[in-house]
Nanobody
Framework: QVQLVESGGGLVQPGGSLRLSCEVS????????IAWFRQAPGKEREAISC????????YYTDSVKGRFTMSRDNTEAIAYLQMSSLKPEDTAVYYC?????????????????????WGKGTLVTVSS
């Protein structure tokens, strides 16, 4: 059974930093791309970053470019999202997602295919 478990969320002041982790078990993460999504209260879920499986190239939505950095450790089957200069509008539940068909990140501004495996999310609250 494939499981994705996010951790690292919490309450942080504006301008602060957090590092989210996504641990994947039951599937070889090294074979797939993996993405982070977030859903803010009252808003639709949005894709915010993605990392490819081989060259580890990364993609970010405009609102987080320059502030968030995604990385992965295929040996440990963990994906990370380093978040800096956090803003109140970054408050959301953050999810990681992948599946066996997710071989590459979509080009910028392109839609994501349906992804099957999701974690339950970790809450990030940015507030003073």
């Amino acid at each position: 059974q494939v499981q994705l478990v996010e951790s690292g969320g919490g309450l942080v002041q504006p301008g602060g930093s957090l590092r989210l982790s996504c641990e994947v078990s039951g599937a070889p993460l090294g074979n797939y791309a993996i993405a982070w999504f977030r859903q803010a209260p009252g808003k639709e879920r949005e894709a915010i970053s993605c990392i490819n499986r081989l060259d580890r190239s990364t993609y970010y939505t405009d609102s987080v470019k320059g502030r968030f950095t995604m990385s992965r450790d295929n040996t440990e089957a963990i994906a990370y999202l380093q978040m800096s200069s956090l803003k109140p509008e970054d408050t959301a539940v953050y999810y990681c997602a992948t599946d066996s068909h997710f071989k590459g990140c979509p080009p910028p501004d392109s839609p994501y295919q349906a992804i099957m495996w999701w974690g339950k999310g970790t809450l990030v609250t940015v507030s003073s």
